[in-house]
Antibody
Framework: QVQLVESGGGVVRPGGSRRLSCAASGFSFSAYGMHWVRQAPGKGLEWVAFIFYDGTEKNYGDSVKGRFTISRDNSNNMVYLEMNSLRPEDTAVYYC??????????????WGQGTTVTV | DIQLTQSPSSLSASVGDTVTITCRASQSISIYLNWYQHTPGKAPKLLIYGASRLPSGVPSRFSGSGSGTDFTLTVTSLQPEDFATYFCQQSYVTPPWTFGQGTKVEIK
């Protein structure tokens, strides 16, 4: 079945770095855009970053622009989030999610269980 | 950026009740509005896409309506597993893919 599994979370000091990974399975990964979305303690969902199916375009939320980098490896069905210059306000559960339709950008129909980053 | 405002922020209901949550966009987003259900410790789940369409596997007690700036999520005959937080999200003008602030549905 379609599955996303995040890893890489942990405790990081302010100013530090961390790389999150998301392993995808059960679908044609190279045809789907992928998002990272986070939820800080007691807060709502916040979109973090998006990467097109072929990696040619990447978008970032204002709060992480210039500090976070999204990337993907279509050969190994992986998407990554490289996080630098981490701040206490980056503390959150980080989810990866796939878009609903191939080569599209609308909707997030499958989500992982999340990985927790504490700064 | 498009802002989404949900109301209410929280509500209390009983099993079997019908609940309605609204989401208002700061500008027209046609029908590019999705709804998600989030239970603590679980992955968020897509409930409604395109304002009113149910993905495969979502129970028919969930329904969505609206277009332009005003949208509604209705849950009829509330079940114990429906007590969760619900978020709307727009995909009309991106980036960013914005979410509403959430509506927590609690047991009365």
């Amino acid at each position: 079945q379609v599955q996303l599994v995040e890893s890489g979370g942990g405790v990081v000091r302010p100013g530090g770095s961390r790389r999150l990974s998301c392993a995808a399975s059960g679908f044609s990964f190279s045809a789907y855009g992928m998002h990272w979305v986070r939820q800080a303690p007691g807060k709502g969902l916040e979109w973090v970053a998006f990467i097109f199916y072929d990696g040619t375009e990447k978008n970032y939320g204002d709060s992480v622009k210039g500090r976070f980098t999204i990337s993907r490896d279509n050969s190994n069905n992986m998407v990554y989030l490289e996080m630098n210059s981490l701040r206490p306000e980056d503390t959150a559960v980080y989810y990866c999610a796939k878009v609903m339709k191939a080569h599209d950008t609308n909707g997030m129909d499958v989500w992982g269980q999340g990985t927790t980053v504490t700064v | 950026d498009i802002q989404l405002t949900q109301s209410p922020s929280s509500l209390s209901a009983s099993v079997g009740d019908t609940v309605t949550i609204t989401c208002r966009a700061s500008q027209s987003i046609s029908i590019y509005l999705n709804w998600y259900q989030h239970t603590p410790g679980k992955a968020p789940k897509l409930l409604i896409y395109g304002a009113s369409r149910l993905p495969s596997g979502v129970p028919s007690r969930f329904s969505g309506s609206g277009s332009g700036t005003d949208f509604t999520l209705t849950v009829t005959s509330l079940q114990p597993e429906d007590f969760a937080t619900y978020f709307c999200q727009q995909s009309y003008v991106t980036p960013p893919w914005t979410f509403g602030q959430g509506t927590k549905v609690e047991i009365k």
